[in-house]
C-alpha cells in the first residue's frame, strides 16, 4: 500500500476515534405512567433537595465486598416532587439499558429509607455502563444486602 492511499484511512480511523470521545451521554431518565411520559434530566436529580448520603457495602462478582458512600435520593420523595400521582399504582418496574429488569412493590417502595435512586458513589458521579461505571442512576435497596436488585443503569421507570 502506498502513502496516498494510507493517509485517508488513518484520517477516517482519527475522525471516528474523536467523534467517540467527544460523544456525551445523554444523561435522564423516563418515568412512564399510562400514556405519560417524563423526562427526568440529570440536573433536576444532582441538584436535588432530598438528595442524601449513606454508607453502603457493595458486594460485585469477583471482588471483595467494599465499604462506600452513596448519594441518592429516597424514591417514594423523587415520585412526589415531580407531582406524579401514584396513589393507584401497585408495581414499579425499572429498566437497565443491558436488559436487566426489577420490578418493586409499591409497598416496598414506601417503606422508609429503604429505595435510593443513586447517582454519586464515593463523592464522584456515578459513570455510564460505556465509561464502565455502575450508573449514571443506580437503585439502591438498603435492606437488600446482597445486591441482586441493585438495578445499574436505569434508563425506564414504569408506574402500573
Ligand atoms: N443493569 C444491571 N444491574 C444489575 C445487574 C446486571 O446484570 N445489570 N446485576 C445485579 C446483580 S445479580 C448483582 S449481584 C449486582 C452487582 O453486580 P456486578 O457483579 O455485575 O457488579 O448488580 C445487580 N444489578
Ligand atoms: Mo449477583
Known amino acids: 500500500m502506498n502513502i496516498k492511499k494510507v493517509i485517508p484511512i488513518v484520517i477516517i480511523i482519527g475522525?471516528?476515534?474523536?467523534?467517540?470521545?467527544?460523544?456525551?451521554?445523554?444523561?435522564?431518565?423516563?418515568?412512564?405512567?399510562k400514556e405519560n411520559q417524563q423526562i427526568v434530566e440529570k440536573d433536576f436529580i444532582y441538584n436535588h433537595n432530598d438528595a442524601i448520603s449513606f454508607p453502603a457495602v457493595v458486594r460485585s462478582?469477583?471482588?471483595?465486598?467494599?465499604?462506600?458512600?452513596?448519594?441518592?435520593?429516597?424514591?417514594s420523595k423523587l415520585f412526589s416532587s415531580l407531582d406524579l400521582d401514584i396513589s393507584q399504582v401497585e408495581k414499579i418496574t425499572f429498566n437497565a439499558s443491558d436488559g436487566y429488569r426489577i420490578i418493586l412493590s409499591i409497598e416496598e417502595i414506601n417503606e422508609p429509607n429503604n429505595v435510593y435512586l443513586t447517582f454519586e458513589r464515593d463523592g464522584k458521579p456515578m459513570?455510564?455502563?460505556?465509561?464502565?461505571?455502575?450508573?449514571?442512576?443506580?437503585?439502591?435497596?438498603r435492606r437488600d444486602p446482597f445486591s441482586q436488585r441493585w438495578i445499574k443503569h436505569i434508563e425506564d421507570i414504569i408506574l402500573e
Open 15 to 33: 475522525l471516528i476515534l474523536i467523534f467517540n470521545f467527544s460523544r456525551k451521554d445523554i444523561i435522564s431518565i423516563n418515568i412512564l405512567q
Open 61 to 75: 462478582s469477583g471482588n471483595k465486598p467494599v465499604e462506600t458512600e452513596y448519594k441518592g435520593i429516597e424514591m
Open 127 to 141: 459513570k455510564s455502563k460505556r465509561q464502565g461505571g455502575n450508573g449514571p442512576f443506580q437503585l439502591v435497596i
